[in-house]
């Protein structure tokens, strides 16, 4: 029986059994090094632009509307959150005044004048601009956010005093006082009825944490990492246009949900340090919102990029 020539020798310089040499398209390498040099490009612009632009006022607006956001997403969650409650050292009018003459206000309000009271906002502008005033930056600060998860015993009961004095000076009818008095009573009696030691401290005092949105808080260079990858893959401005419109403000909401269920966490941790919020803020929703930073642009490739050439 004849048998196969597997000899790979044995073709050799025959006509037509001469190698071949497939070659590459450049085209898919050049556009993938097209996107790195332009990803990095970008990032850095970004990145070294925000550097620069942290003390501006557009900065200031821009935390403040983190900030405020957020404690609007803790208001529904927990029994209230509060914005700038902290009292200034100067009066509202001084401090009025002397933040119009920084910005540059032609027309300044007279130093010691009556006026409205300051707004969350214009007090966080006259601590920020201070601040850059000072030679500090605003790097280094933000908005400040009181939040209270759950009210504690001492707060319910000094609550419940203050308004059965509101209703007296009001001349409340008897059996409205007599219910107050009695809902009163039993708040102090489940107070002295605690047992001494940390679980008591707990039970009395306020769920409650307060922080301060700094240019970290704003998630900055994680976005700054997206709105990188849309510009710099290769496709048309309006798909580009698209991705942007989506994608950031569903990171903005993600990194409000961020924000809120640390400020949560933190509330209810009674970890020497909170080493539970630190250990969630430091890793695991750092790692998080990349995740959620590199699915939002997969899926804009996915459902935008690849379906409008389809």
């Known amino acids: 029986m004849a048998q196969d020539n597997l000899d790979p020798a044995a073709g050799e310089g025959m006509p037509g059994n001469?190698?071949?040499?497939?070659?590459?398209?450049?085209?898919?390498?050049?556009?993938?090094?097209?996107?790195?040099?332009?990803?990095?490009?970008?990032?850095?612009?970004?990145?070294?632009?925000?550097?620069?632009?942290?003390?501006?006022?557009?900065?200031?607006?821009?935390?403040?509307?983190?900030?405020?956001?957020?404690?609007?997403?803790?208001?529904r969650v927990g029994h209230h959150a509060e914005i700038e409650s902290r009292p200034l050292d100067v009066t509202d009018s001084l401090a009025r005044s002397t933040l119009a003459k920084w910005r540059g206000a032609v027309e300044a309000a007279a130093e010691g004048g009556e006026s409205a009271a300051l707004s969350p906002y214009e007090r966080w502008l006259y601590q920020a601009h201070r601040t850059v005033k000072a030679g500090g930056s605003v790097q280094e600060r933000g908005p400040f956010v009181y939040f209270v998860a759950e009210e504690g015993l001492t707060a319910r009961i000094n609550r419940a005093n203050q308004y059965l004095v509101d209703r007296?000076?009001?001349?409340?009818?008897?059996?409205?006082?007599?219910?107050?008095?009695?809902?009163?009573?039993?708040?102090?009696?489940?107070?002295?009825?605690?047992?001494?030691?940390?679980?008591?401290?707990?039970?009395?005092?306020?769920?409650s944490f307060g922080f301060v949105v700094v240019p970290d808080c704003g998630a900055i260079p994680s976005l700054s990492i997206f709105v990188a990858a849309v510009l710099a893959f290769p496709t048309a401005w309006f798909r580009r246009a698209i991705g942007l419109a989506v994608g950031l403000p569903f990171l903005y909401a993600v990194n409000l949900g961020r924000l809120s269920s640390l400020a949560y966490l933190a509330a209810y941790d009674v970890t020497p340090g909170r080493k539970w919020f630190t250990f969630c803020h430091e890793y695991v929703w750092q790692g998080i919102f990349i995740v959620f930073v590199v699915g939002v642009w997969l899926t804009w490739i996915e459902f935008v990029v690849k379906r409008g050439k389809a």
């Open 18 to 75: 001469e190698p071949r040499i497939e070659a590459r398209d450049p085209v898919p390498r050049r556009r993938t090094i097209s996107f790195v040099v332009l990803f990095v490009v970008y990032v850095l612009s970004l990145l070294i632009g925000y550097r620069y632009s942290v003390n501006t006022e557009t900065n200031m607006w821009y935390l403040f509307q983190v900030a405020n956001h957020t404690k609007m997403v803790l208001d």
């Open 168 to 207: 007296r000076a009001a001349r409340a009818d008897k059996g409205e006082l007599e219910s107050i008095e009695a809902h009163l009573k039993n708040l102090r009696a489940e107070g002295e009825s605690l047992p001494p030691g940390a679980a008591r401290n707990h039970a009395l005092r306020d769920r």
